[in-house]
């Protein structure tokens, strides 16, 4: 005989009916309702014999009597009728549990999800995603917040924004990442520069002083400064613009010839696209997140919207861990 065995054997009628305690209370209040011990059962779909059984041991382990029988007919005692006042809210509410939580879901789909990215990231990757999301989701109210690198970091980590959207090179160990796109950098050039022609772009064909390039603090920047340096090759920017838009747009005046991501190219530009160098690795745009952070539901909808094959399949979503960890990517983003 186990040991769980023996206790259950020991335990005393008192114990053993506490664990019955909704049920009886259950059962007295339906039977307080309906005055009737056998409608109360019918209600119920239990016999008549159970509900009496279930009063009778929520009067004993009480200590009181709850009604006065007279024929088929019940009426609350004194007593009866204090335990109704207590009871009946509470097994109303046990009661009505499920639609309840249908209820709640329903308001949260009235909240707020808040974004952080960076301008390519909100020009180029997002807005199919929002549209869809917000058709499906028309009352939540979406915050795009236009923050880029550190800045992102810093308000996942202050929990200023729900999550973030973009790339970033080097992550602390608070941040998990998942890449969820993946793009080519590209040489774009003037239609008539020696480069559109090339059979071969080379990184001293890089380095020649013509090259526009994003801010120092974007990943891009880094990226290609980083290649530069490995490779021991010196080289110079003509230009930092602010924008993929931007370069593009320099790029077509003469200004010089610019590396971008694939991600902001549509085709329909007035430039040569070019290969780069295969020393140049792909770049990855994906979502960033607090680790332990609790997600919202709206937070939860984006992100199985945005990686139905990775983030709809999580096991957990009570903060970022455990399982969870299986799914994003901590530390550097990759490559």
Known sequence: MTEDRIALDHESPRHYYRHNRLKQLRAFCHAAQERSISRAAERLELSQPSVSLQIQALEREMGITLFERRGPRIRLTPDGEGLYEVAAPLVEGIDSLPEQFVARNRRQQLGHLDIAAGESTSLYVLPDLLRSFMVHHPKVHVRLHNLIGEEQIHAVQQDRVDIAVGSNLDLPDDIVYRATHTFDLKLITPLNHPLAEKEQITLEDLAAGELILPPRQLTTW??????????????????????????????????????????????????????????????????????????????????????????????????????????????????
């Open 222 to 335: 880094r990226l290609v400064n980083l290649i530069f340096q490995q490779h021991s090759v010196p080289y110079q920017v003509r230009l930092e613009v602010g924008g993929w838009e931007i370069m593009k747009r320099y790029v077509e005046l003469g200004f010089g010839v610019g590396i971008a991501s694939a991600i902001c190219l549509t085709g329909q530009e007035q430039l040569a696209i070019r290969d780069l160098p295969e020393i140049f690795p792909r770049r990855t745009y994906g979502v960033m997140l607090r680790r332990g952070r609790y997600l919202s539901p709206q937070a939860r909808r984006f992100l199985e919207l945005i990686d139905p094959q990775g983030f709809g399949q999580a096991a957990e979503w009570d903060g970022i861990a455990g399982s969870q960890e299986s799914v994003l990517v901590p530390g550097r983003q990759p490559q």
